[in-house]
């Protein structure tokens, strides 16, 4: 296959036509925060994280969801995208109730390794403090809205990789909320396999298993994009 | 063909012309997920809501998750889940009409009828909701009762129409 010449931060790189940004960069060692991205699962393009300046384009693009083109000329550090990275930061952990110090993913969290690696030290916006639910009907697994980032992951892996659909995404703006079935209680979901496949996409502590205490959690994210391979190998 | 018209829907009667709308609209779309909002249309037509028993008969006869179709029900404004009230009095709030005066419009719907914007009768009479903009700026302030539009308004003879309205019933 014939690769073409692209430049990310000064480096010029030969590569194949029909990757996108962010797979590129990952290959090349080249680092993109990123939050919705799950290897395995279609990518949406909402966290915004990956964000990369494109030269000839005005906006921010983001690299998930932008294929290479010849002689595309990427920035992924510049000061413009540190300071929406931070933005971003900031707005996750305002929107819902993330108290790391009580949370069963302290240091097993995307969310909290995000804050480290931006250098969050303190938010500016005001903290929405929403009243939102702890879901403990299923016998296994817990679902803590507080927690939810909706990066809609366990969405995305119930309906792309079970292909089960419990998972669903109700209302718009800051209302939005994961939903199982008919927005009724885990437990009594009727589609759910119970497979906890969406336990391992979760990158905070909003989804996790019962009888498990602080430092005790195990994801596994990439388990996902694994089980996806095999299938297509079909042994 | 597949024999998805034989859904067993529980608590409905079946001789609910309401329902045999549904049935007729989920034919004609030969029962094609795709025509989902479609025939959501047609239900909230029909039940000026969408009680839960219609949404799971939909979502078998479609074969679509239930999340996909609360998820599609909750996102857009056109669907409700709550009863909007037998009598519907919509109040355009947009920037003609709520200069002409669409706020003491709803305040005297409040004081005359103690309905506040978004809220419904407890005998499920009347429901009061407003809109960002209707399209009719020159008829402002403009009201939409019962789907029939109300042009250049004030605040009390709207309530008495309402009053009308009601006690006609």
Redesign the interface.
Same mark, same amino acid.
């Not at chain 1, 089960?164 to 995404?169: K, L, R, S």
């Not at chain 1, 939903?179 to 927005?183: G, L, P, R, T």
């Given at each position: 296959m014939n690769t073409i010449p692209i430049i990310i931060d000064e480096k010029k790189l030969e590569v194949d036509p029909g990757k996108t940004i962010l797979e590129v960069c990952r290959e090349n060692e080249i680092e993109i925060l990123t939050m919705c991205h799950l290897k395995g699962v279609l990518d949406i393009g909402a966290c915004r994280l990956c964000l990369v300046e494109i030269e000839g384009i005005n906006k921010l693009l983001s690299a998930c969801t932008t294929k290479v083109a010849a002689n595309m000329i990427i920035r992924t550090n510049t000061d413009r995208i540190k300071k929406y990275q931070r933005i971003t930061t900031e707005l996750f952990f305002a929107e819902r109730n993330h108290v790391c110090a009580v949370c069963v993913a302290n240091g097993k969290c995307e969310l909290q390794d995000l804050g480290y690696k931006v250098g969050l030290d303190h938010i500016r916006y005001p903290h929405l403090f929403p009243q939102c639910e702890v879901d403990t009907s299923h016998p296994w697994y817990v679902m803590d809205h507080n927690r939810c980032i909706m990066c809609t992951r366990c969405v995305r892996v119930c &309906?792309e990789v079970e292909g089960?659909? &419990?998972?669903?995404?109700?209302?718009?703006g800051h209302q939005v909320r994961v939903?199982?079935?008919? &927005?009724s209680p885990w437990g009594e979901s009727?589609?759910c396999t119970s497979c906890g496949k969406c336990l391992h996409a979760c990158p905070t502590g909003a989804i996790w298993p019962k009888a498990i205490v602080q430092g005790q959690l195990q994801k596994n994210p990439g388990m996902i994009n694994e089980l996806v391979e095999k299938r297509k190998m079909k042994l | 063909m597949k024999s998805e018209t034989a859904v067993p829907v529980k608590d409905m009667p079946k001789t609910d012309p309401r329902m045999k709308l549904i049935a007729a609209k989920l034919k004609k779309e030969s029962f094609k997920p795709d025509a989902l909002i479609e025939i959501l249309h047609t239900a909230q037509n029909a039940y000026g809501y969408l009680p839960k028993e219609v949404l799971s008969y939909i979502t078998k006869a479609l074969h679509l998750p239930p999340s996909r179709v609360y998820s599609t029900v909750t996102f857009y404004h056109f669907f409700s889940l709550k009863s909007k009230g037998e009598h519907t009095c919509l109040v355009c709030t947009g920037t003609a009409c709520y200069v002409k005066g669409a706020q003491a419009i709803l305040n005297e719907i409040e004081r005359g009828l103690g309905l506040k914007a978004g809220q419904v009768t407890a005998d499920n009479k009347l429901g009061v909701q407003v809109a960002r903009c209707i399209g009719a700026c020159g008829l402002a302030p403009a009201v939409v009762l019962d789907d029939e539009v109300q042009a250049k308004v004030t605040p009390e003879e709207i309530v008495q129409k309402i009053n009308a309205k009601i006690g006609t019933l």
């Open positions: &309906n089960a659909h &419990n998972w669903d995404v109700m209302n718009r939903i199982s079935d008919f &927005n009727v589609t | -």
